[in-house]
């Protein structure tokens, strides 16, 4: 099993930046998918972005080329850098595992695709 924390967020204005984390125990994330999605209260879940040693960085069109993905050597912990921010972007962002290992296909961007989740870190942005 795989217990997942995030944490990071925080209130910045429209422009800012914040670092993301997601610290897995129980078992490394490598050779696992690992995705973010982020949820604002009235919206449903979204896919942000997934990254896997097998398969490389993705990133939904509303974030690609302003959020990063990233890792520590040991795969224990995984980022995801938010650059230039908007107010748009104010969501509870969580990261999610998938239940086993694998070393090959495509991550998917489908929530019910992972059985790990975070409890999620709060991010707001004011213009």
């Known amino acids: 099993e795989v217990q997942l924390v995030e944490s990071g967020g925080g209130s910045v204005q429209a422009g800012g930046s914040l670092r993301l984390s997601c610290a897995a125990t129980?078992?490394?994330?490598?050779?696992?998918?690992v995705a973010w999605f982020r949820q604002d209260r009235w919206k449903q879940r979204e896919w942000v972005a997934t990254?896997?040693?097998?398969?490389?960085?993705r990133y939904a069109d509303s974030v690609r080329d302003r959020f990063t993905v990233s890792q520590d050597n040991a795969d224990n912990i995984h980022y995801l850098h938010v650059n230039s921010l908007t107010p748009e972007d104010t969501a509870m962002y969580y990261c999610?595992?998938?239940?086993?290992?694998?070393?090959?296909?495509?991550?998917?961007?489908?929530?019910?695709?992972?059985?790990?989740w975070g409890q999620g870190t709060q991010v707001t942005v004011s213009s």
């Open positions: 990254s896997a040693s097998f398969d490389p960085a």
């Open positions: 129980g078992q490394t994330l490598r050779h696992r998918c």
């Open positions: 999610a595992t998938t239940y086993s290992a694998a070393s090959a296909g495509s991550c998917s961007r489908l929530p019910g695709d992972y059985i790990y």
